[in-house]
């Protein structure tokens, strides 16, 4: 699907916050059909959408007309108008798409040529399977699907997309996206910095009580409690989120409180990186529990900066768990503007994707022993820059690297780091399960360094049993 920059549009409808959510199930699709608090049914209670959506919000409530007017007018109807470029489902750059489950695109106003073609094989430039990621969500009712794609209001510039999905009656669904410089489409990287800046210890007890709590009162009372604004749970960067098995948001903090109230589903939102997190963050706690890194965003001088961001998560039970998270102590003085030694990144996530991606083909043309030699040599074909790349078997023994010559050999699958995250394994959930992209915090081993640095690492198999990766150094600055 592509989105273009929102037009104004005068005589659109004008939407209402969504409060109610949709009734979600990991069974075939599920009927999303409670309207956005304080309106009422029937379309024509809606007025079009405004002229500008920069905000999930905005592009949930849109959606959910779509929907609405899906489920009340019929299939027939609905598609023929999701198909009219100048009709109310149009708004600038900004378009409702349909969708079935077996991928075949029902409705694409802007692109009619592939209407009726099957899509499901549609990847993006980072080798995500967005219209199958697309499909998997909405068939737990409404949720948020990342990718990157190219932006034609930028010259086609390949950006972070965000795209809401609802299904609509088990067999389609409508969705519709907005781009990472037209919107703020990153609800995950906001924290609540006042107060008191906790640490590790801190968030680990802080969800440890909450889940014992929640154990203890049961699930209703729990989340009642979680997502009472002014409760005694929000304090300061500490906010419980709580999240069903299959992604489903059923508690946010209240810079998100639209994400739980409308029972998003998370399970193939990605983080700034092109991190999945709560499909992260849902493995690990359905192994007892963790930590996964991602990022948090702050301002200063102008400018965004993407902190590494610390999370721990505990499962409630087997149908639910909870978690929560801080910046990392180490960088906690940035927010107020010290920047000194802050590491930034000199490369992009596309030049670490771009590496790994050719040292595979090289593997798989020619075989594991050139590879190795040519992945171990310092001033070998994988070293470009500040950016190389290592090789390690799927039971985490490193096999090649070219200037961390001591870990050759060494197996790091029950290693943690001191933070207690178990990067190896994070590593290969991603790469088996999400988009290959993870974090970490790791020595720059180019220069010989000691001190744990922010890592974007990017993994890919050769085969079964090894597989290739690179890391990206440093923090994002935008």
Not at 243 to 249: E, S
Not at 383 to 412: C, H, Q
Request: charged share 15%; aromatic share 10%; glycine share 10%.
């Amino acid at each position: 699907m592509t989105v273009r920059q929102f037009l104004i549009v005068a005589s659109m409808l004008v939407m209402m916050i969504l409060a109610a959510g949709c009734i979600q199930s990991p069974q075939p699709a599920v009927n999303a059909t409670s309207p956005p608090a304080g309106t009422t049914t029937g379309v024509s209670a809606y007025p079009s959408p405004p002229a500008n959506i920069t905000n999930t919000t905005g592009l949930i409530a849109f959606v959910h007309r779509a929907a609405d007017y899906a489920r009340e007018n019929g299939k027939a109807k609905a598609i023929a108008a999701f198909n009219n470029p100048n009709g109310s489902f149009v708004a600038g750059n900004l378009y409702i798409f349909a969708e079935d489950y077996n991928g075949t695109a029902l409705a694409e106003p802007l692109e009619p040529g592939i209407v009726g073609t099957n899509i499901s094989g549609m990847t993006d430039s980072f080798g995500t399977p967005l219209v199958r990621n697309l499909e998997e969500t909405a068939r737990f009712g409404r949720g948020f699907v990342s990718y990157a794609y190219p932006n034609p209001g930028k010259n086609a510039t390949v950006e972070s997309k965000l795209s809401v999905v609802e299904d609509v009656d088990g067999t389609y669904y409508v969705g519709a996206g907005i781009y990472a410089s037209d919107a703020d489409i990153y609800p995950s990287v906001v924290l609540n910095m006042s107060g008191k800046q906790p640490g590790v210890d801190d968030l680990v007890t802080y969800i440890r009580n909450a889940t014992a709590s929640a154990r203890a009162n049961g699930r209703e009372k729990a989340l009642a409690t979680f997502n009472d604004p002014n409760g005694s749970t929000i304090r300061g960067q500490l906010a419980v989120m709580a999240f069903d098995m299959n992604g489903t948001t059923l508690a946010g903090p209240p810079y998100a409180a639209d994400v739980a109230a409308n029972r998003i589903n998370l399970i193939n939102y990605q983080d700034p990186d092109g991190v999945d997190t709560i499909r992260g963050m849902r493995e690990i706690a359905r192994n007892g529990g963790g930590f996964l890194y991602t990022v948090a965003r702050v301002t200063v001088d102008g400018k965004d900066i993407y902190l590494p961001k610390i999370d721990y998560m505990e499962p409630v039970n087997n149908t639910w768990w909870l978690f929560a998270g801080i910046i990392d102590p180490a960088y906690t003085g940035v927010v107020t503007g010290n920047l000194t030694g802050l590491p930034v990144r000199n490369e992009t996530r596309t030049e670490v994707y771009a590496l790994v991606n050719e040292a595979v083909a090289y593997a798989q043309a020619n075989g594991k022993e050139k590879t190795l030699a040519a992945i171990d040599n310092p001033h070998g074909p994988f070293v470009r820059g500040n950016l190389s790349v290592w090789a390690e078997s799927t039971d985490g023994t490193v096999l090649a690297d070219p200037y961390w010559k001591t870990g050759i050999g060494k197996n790091f699958i029950d290693d943690f780091d001191r933070y207690g995250m178990n990067t190896t394994k994070v590593g290969l959930e991603a790469m088996q399960n999400g988009t290959g992209f993870s974090h970490a915090l790791f020595p720059d081993t180019s220069v010989n360094g000691t001190t744990l640095i922010p890592k974007l690492i990017y993994q890919k198999a050769v085969d079964e049993s090894w597989w290739i990766g690179s890391g990206l150094y440093g923090v994002e600055v935008r």
